[in-house]
Structure formats: structure tokens, C-alpha cells
């Protein structure tokens, strides 16, 4: 069992198997009774429309997905029901989450686990493709779920590379997995971060103790207008997911994943590719309700 060192509290010793740092908290029972819940979603309130799954080579991958939709982000946990819908509840997926979640929702958080959730750290990225499952990761994280309306058709991973040189390392397919539609669950008008931070420096403490990386302006339920990564109720939109073709780099292992300008070259075939994709999704999907 993995653990992350000077990252503890008595609260997480109490329940180590919940807290993200280990494999074993994934519960394929807790999955199957969440499933009924998820059906509901996926063809009553989203229509999912779903493609690319043929795309799924049969070994663990690494899916990399673009963030849209804010905290409820709901084509990530549309995009994790057609996974267990497709590939069943045993062939293992691990999905690396933030760690302010523990501290924001300790309940949402090992419900979370039991799914397959695990610390956005990269030891447990790698002990779970080591385990031989295969991992979801989000590299844009906030600012990619909070990117403004006008770029919801972008992809965006604010610059951050780890995944690229956990795929090499591992020596892993990447599999794109693309989205139309959740990023309009709520209208993100802008961002206000610096300007809070510049309050937080004078003195004014995070909520909970959180420094949120972002501050958006939203349009959304129940709320209206709202400020701050505030938990929402997504508008019942038409979403379009899709699974697209494995990425193969031509070069793998440690030596690959410390060339910095080969890192930089997967980084921006893999963005290349995605953002191909994702102009093509947009142009066909049709997300209103009717």
C-alpha cells in the first residue's frame, strides 16, 4: 500500500483505505449499485450520445480527457459510466483526483474511491498502471473545467506534461476521450482569481482552508450568477462523448521521458490530435434538449 509522505491527519488514519493512496478502496459492488443512478443521467437528462468506443485497444491505456462543465463536471462521470457500460465492472480503471476534494467533501471523496478514484499524485498513477489497470487523468484540472464559454471548444491542459512522461515511462498507449455539451452546463463568464489572491495575500483566508487555483464568473444553477468554484446543478443539455484512436509514440522508457524536446513533441501531437477530433465533434453535435 502507497503512501505519500508528511500528508497525513489522524481523520485519514482512520480510514487509510479510503483516503486516495492506496489501490484497494475501488468497490465494483458500490459501482454496480451506482449504475441504475448513472443510466437515469446518461438517457434521461444528458442523452449521451456516445462514439469511438471500438477505438479501446484491449491493454491498459492512459485516457486523457479534456475537463468541461465546472465541479459537477459531468461528462467525466458520464464518460466513467460508459466505461464500466462497455468494458464491465472488472476490467479496472483508476482515475486520478484532486486532493482538495478530501478537504472540500471527505463524504464525496471516498464515495469517489470506492468508484476508482485515487490522489493526482504521480506514485499512484503509477502503481495502478503497474497493477496492469488502465487510468483516466485530467491534466488541465481547474483551470481546464473552468475555462471561459468562448473557449469550450479548446483543448487545454495549462501546460502541464506529467502525463506524457507517464505514458512513456510506463511504456502506455494514450487514448483521447473528447466532449460537446457539458461545458455548457454553466456559462463561465471570466475569472477573477488574481484579484482574489491579492485579497487572500492581505489577509482574507481560502474557504476551507482551499486555495481554489481559480475564481470563476458563472451563469448556472441554482445560483444565477455566482463566484467562486461553487458546486452546481448542470442544465439538462444533449452531451456528445467520443473515444478516440490510441496515440503510439515512436519512442518509450525513462531516457524518452527525460527528453525534454520529445516530451514537448508528444505533448503537442497529443493536443494536435484531440483538439482534430474535437473540431470535429462540435461541428456535428447538436446539444439542445429537443
Not at 107 to 116: R, Y
Not at 175 to 191: F, K, N, Y
Not at 209 to 238: K, M, Q, R, S
Request: aromatic content about 12%; hydrophobic content about 40%; charged content about 20%.
Amino acid at each position: 500500500m502507497l503512501r505519500a509522505p508528511n500528508d497525513r491527519s489522524p481523520f485519514f488514519e482512520s480510514n487509510p483505505a479510503l483516503d486516495g493512496w492506496s489501490l484497494g478502496g475501488r468497490d465494483p459492488e458500490t459501482i454496480k449499485q451506482l449504475m441504475p443512478f448513472w443510466e437515469w443521467f446518461y438517457k434521461y437528462y444528458f442523452r449521451v450520445q456516445t462514439s469511438g468506443w471500438e477505438n479501446l485497444p484491449p491493454e491498459q491505456v492512459l485516457l486523457v480527457g479534456s475537463h468541461n462543465g465546472g465541479l459537477s463536471s459531468p461528462d467525466m462521470v458520464m464518460m466513467i459510466y460508459d466505461w464500466f457500460r462497455h468494458q464491465g465492472l472488472h476490467r479496472p480503471v483508476y482515475g486520478l483526483m484532486h486532493p482538495t476534494v478530501w478537504k472540500m467533501s471527505r463524504p464525496m471523496a471516498e464515495l469517489a474511491v470506492k468508484v476508482g478514484a485515487v490522489q493526482a499524485h504521480p506514485k499512484m498513477a503509477i502503481a495502478a498502471l503497474q497493477s496492469g489497470a488502465s487510468v483516466l487523468v485530467y491534466p488541465g484540472g481547474a483551470q481546464d473545467v473552468f475555462r471561459p464559454f468562448n473557449q469550450r471548444h479548446q483543448i487545454y491542459f495549462a501546460g502541464r506534461k506529467g502525463f506524457i512522461k507517464l505514458a512513456l515511462r510506463q511504456q502506455v498507449p494514450i487514448v483521447p476521450a473528447i466532449a460537446v455539451g457539458s461545458h455548457e452546463t454553466l456559462l463561465v463568464m471570466g475569472d477573477c482569481y488574481d484579484q482574489v489572491k491579492y485579497l487572500h495575500d492581505l489577509g482574507m483566508p481560502w474557504l476551507l482552508d482551499v486555495d481554489p487555483v481559480v475564481f470563476p464568473i458563472y451563469l448556472g444553477l441554482p445560483w444565477g450568477l455566482a463566484l467562486g468554484p461553487l458546486p452546481h446543478v448542470p442544465f439538462p443539455l444533449t452531451m456528445h462523448t467520443r473515444i478516440c484512436p490510441p496515440i503510439y509514440f515512436e519512442r518509450y522508457g525513462n531516457d524518452a521521458a527525460k527528453d525534454k524536446d520529445y516530451v514537448d513533441q508528444c505533448y503537442q501531437l497529443v493536443k494536435t490530435q484531440m483538439q482534430r477530433e474535437l473540431d470535429s465533434l462540435a461541428e456535428t453535435a447538436n446539444i439542445l434538449p429537443w
